[in-house]
C-alpha cells in the first residue's frame, strides 16, 4: 500500500513528468537518465552541493547573509589594521619629538653654562687687576712718603720702583690676541701681501676641490668666542681644515646635477667670502650658514655642492 501511496503522490508524477522531459533537452547539462523511466538522479551538473547549505539550483542567487559577513569580516580586519597603523605613526612622532626637545633642552643648558664660566673668569680677572692697581698704588704712596723723608735716597727709590714695576710687568702674561678679537665680530678681507702656511698653521692655501652643505636647521650652534650662531650670517662657515678667523674665498664648481642648464649657468663660476668662526666635525669639508650657501647654490634644491677654496686672509 505504501508503495502505490508513493506512486501516485504528486511527487512520483514531478519526477515521471522531469525524466521524460530529460530526454528531449538540448541542454547538455540536463539530468543523466538511466535505465528506469521512473528514476531521476541529480547529477554533478544539476546544483551545486554545500556541506553546511541546502541544495540549490544553478540559476538560485547564493544567500546574501554569507555574503555579508564576509564583507564584514574585510571592513573589520581593515580597520584594525588602519587603527594599528595610525597608532604606530602617531606613537613615533611622538617619540621624535621629545627626543628633539630634550636635545635642545641640553644644548641650552650646555650654552649657558659656557657664558656663566666666561663671566666668571672676567669678574675673576677684573678682581685681579683691581688688586694690583691697589698694590701698586700702596707702593707708589710708600715711595712717595719715603722719598719725602730721606731725599737723598730718592734717585735710587726711583730706580728701584722703576725696576720692579718692569718686573711685574715680565711676569704678567700678555693676553693673546686672538681672545682680545671675538670671532663674530671679524669681516672677511683679502689680504695685500701672499698668506703663508705658517700663518694659517701649515694648512693648504689652495684647495681645488671641496664638498660643502648647508647647517642643517633646527641644531643649535655656538661660535669659537661662545656666541650664538645665526643663521642669517652670509658669512659664517664652520671647518676643521683652516684655522678659526680665517678668511675664505668660495668658488662654485661645475657638476650640478639636480639643476638645469639655465640654474647652473647662473650659479656656477659664482663667488663668496666667508670667515671661519667655529670648528665642526662632518662628512663635508664645509658647513655654511644658509644666507652664505644661497649665494653661490640654491638653497633646499641642492644639499651637497662642490667648491674651490683660497685662504685670502690669515686670523686676526
Same mark, same amino acid.
Request: hydrophobic share 35%; glycine share 6%; aromatic share 4%.
Given at each position: 500500500? !505504501? ?14 513528468? %522531469? ?17 528506469? +523511466? ?81 663671566? @666668571? ?6 678682581? %685681579? ?52 678679537? !671675538?670671532?663674530?665680530?671679524? @669681516? ?24 660643502? @652643505?648647508?647647517?642643517? %636647521? ?34 662654485? /664648481?661645475?657638476?650640478?646635477?639636480? /639643476? ?25 669639508? /664645509? ?25 685670502? !686672509? +690669515?686670523?686676526?
Amino acid at each position: 500500500m !505504501a508503495t502505490r501511496a508513493s506512486l501516485s503522490s504528486p511527487d512520483f508524477e514531478w519526477m515521471s513528468y %522531469s525524466a521524460s522531459m530529460s530526454q528531449h533537452s538540448p541542454d547538455p547539462r540536463g539530468a543523466h537518465d538511466f535505465s528506469s +523511466p521512473q528514476i531521476r538522479v541529480r547529477g554533478a551538473n544539476d546544483f551545486r552541493q554545500y556541506s553546511n547549505q541546502r541544495l540549490r539550483l544553478p540559476n538560485e542567487r547564493p544567500p546574501l547573509g554569507p555574503r555579508l559577513r564576509r564583507l564584514f569580516g574585510a571592513i573589520l580586519t581593515l580597520a584594525v589594521l588602519g587603527g594599528i597603523g595610525v597608532a604606530v605613526y602617531f606613537g613615533v612622532t611622538e617619540l621624535l619629538d621629545e627626543d628633539e626637545t630634550s636635545t635642545t633642552q641640553v644644548a641650552e643648558t650646555a650654552q649657558q653654562a659656557q657664558t656663566e664660566s666666561t663671566e @666668571e673668569a672676567a669678574a675673576q680677572s677684573d678682581s %685681579s687687576d683691581q688688586t694690583d692697581a691697589a698694590a701698586a698704588t700702596a707702593q707708589s704712596e710708600a715711595q712717595d712718603a719715603d722719598a719725602s723723608a730721606e731725599p737723598q735716597d730718592s734717585t735710587a727709590q726711583s730706580a728701584q720702583a722703576g725696576q720692579t714695576q718692569t718686573a711685574q710687568a715680565e711676569a704678567q702674561p700678555a693676553e693673546p690676541e686672538a681672545q682680545a678679537v !671675538a670671532v663674530s665680530s671679524i @669681516e672677511p678681507s683679502v689680504a695685500e701681501e701672499q698668506v703663508t702656511p705658517a700663518q694659517i698653521n701649515g694648512a693648504e692655501i689652495v684647495a681645488d676641490r671641496a664638498t660643502a @652643505e648647508p647647517i642643517p %636647521s633646527g641644531i643649535p650652534r655656538t661660535l669659537a668666542d661662545g656666541e650664538s650662531y645665526d643663521p642669517t650670517e652670509p658669512t659664517t662657515v664652520f671647518t676643521s681644515r683652516w684655522p678659526v678667523g680665517t678668511t675664505l674665498r668660495l668658488t662654485r /664648481l661645475p657638476g650640478a646635477t639636480l /639643476l638645469t642648464d639655465e640654474e647652473q649657468a647662473e650659479v656656477v663660476g659664482s663667488e663668496a667670502l666667508v670667515v671661519v668662526r667655529a670648528t665642526e666635525s662632518s662628512n663635508t669639508d /664645509l658647513q655654511l650658514s644658509p644666507a652664505a650657501f644661497s649665494l653661490i647654490a640654491f638653497y633646499g634644491t641642492e644639499r651637497i655642492i662642490a667648491v674651490r677654496v683660497e685662504v685670502t !686672509a +690669515p686670523p686676526p
